[in-house]
């Protein structure tokens, strides 16, 4: 039973328009949450995170959004730049431990 | 500072095998998590060290694979005897929760293990 989905396993999106990657939960009990990029060969990075006492986060180009209700999480990349191509993916954390989904990956094209 | 270091970086051995993988966390960090990442179910935590002490092993498929941390700079996880399936990328992280107010977990470049 997966508890941090990312139904989109691909997405291809125009250099200079708007990315938005998607992430689902289903366990309430989450209170920290994070994406991380991959490229191929090299271990995931960190991106950006929120905690669940908000519902925006920005940093530059990238925007995560929180929606405790739908338990829902979405990454927001604006403007998309060819070097955003990678594997993304989401994580929930309570205490130590984080729940990774499957990853979502972005092709950007230029 | 150098991150995460892991090796070998590939790793392809027969089925049976005992398979060794090591991993040096970054200075200072206390907390250490080995993970495997497969198509089918992605990034999986499977055991958690906190000062040097394994704190939560449940993601550990089998008996077939341990874990040691026998101190703040080293871990091995080993695999005796391995199994076609397996054939993943293993990954080590590390982080300090007490330093970093996000608890972010720094990942190492991988371990990509085939078994034949």
């Known amino acids: 039973d997966q508890q941090v989905k990312q139904n989109s396993p691909s997405l291809s999106v125009q250099e200079g328009r708007i990315s938005i990657l998607n992430c689902d939960y289903t366990?309430?009990?989450?209170?920290?949450f994070l994406w991380y990029k991959k490229y191929p060969a090299e271990g995931p990075t960190f991106l950006i995170s929120?905690?669940?006492?908000?519902d925006k986060n920005e940093d530059g180009r990238f925007t995560v959004f929180l929606n405790k209700s739908a338990k829902h999480l979405s990454l927001h990349i604006v403007p998309s730049q060819p070097g955003d191509s990678a594997v993304y993916f989401c994580?929930?954390?309570?205490?130590?431990?984080?729940?990774f989904g499957t990853g979502t990956r972005l092709k950007v094209l230029a | 500072d150098a991150g995460v270091i892991q090796s070998p970086r590939h790793e392809v051995t027969e089925m049976g095998q005992e398979v060794t993988l090591r991993c040096k966390p970054i200075?200072?960090?206390?907390?250490l998590f080995w993970y495997r990442q497969t198509m089918m179910r992605g990034l999986e935590l499977l055991i958690y060290?906190?000062?040097?002490?394994?704190?939560?092993d449940s993601g550990m498929p089998e008996d077939r694979f341990s874990a040691k941390m026998p101190n703040a700079s080293f871990s091995t996880l080993k695999i005796q005897p391995s199994e076609p399936r397996d054939s993943a990328v293993y990954f080590c992280?590390?982080?300090?929760?007490?330093?970093?107010?996000?608890?972010?977990?720094?990942f190492g470049p991988g371990t990509r293990l085939l078994v034949l």
């Open positions: 992280a590390s982080s300090f929760p007490e330093r970093e107010r996000t608890e972010t977990q720094y």
């Open positions: 366990n309430s009990m989450f209170d920290y």
């Open positions: 929120i905690s669940s006492i908000k």
């Open positions: 994580a929930a954390s309570a205490a130590y431990k984080y729940i």
């Open positions: 200075s200072g960090h206390n907390s």
């Open positions: 060290f906190n000062n040097n002490v394994p704190i939560d």
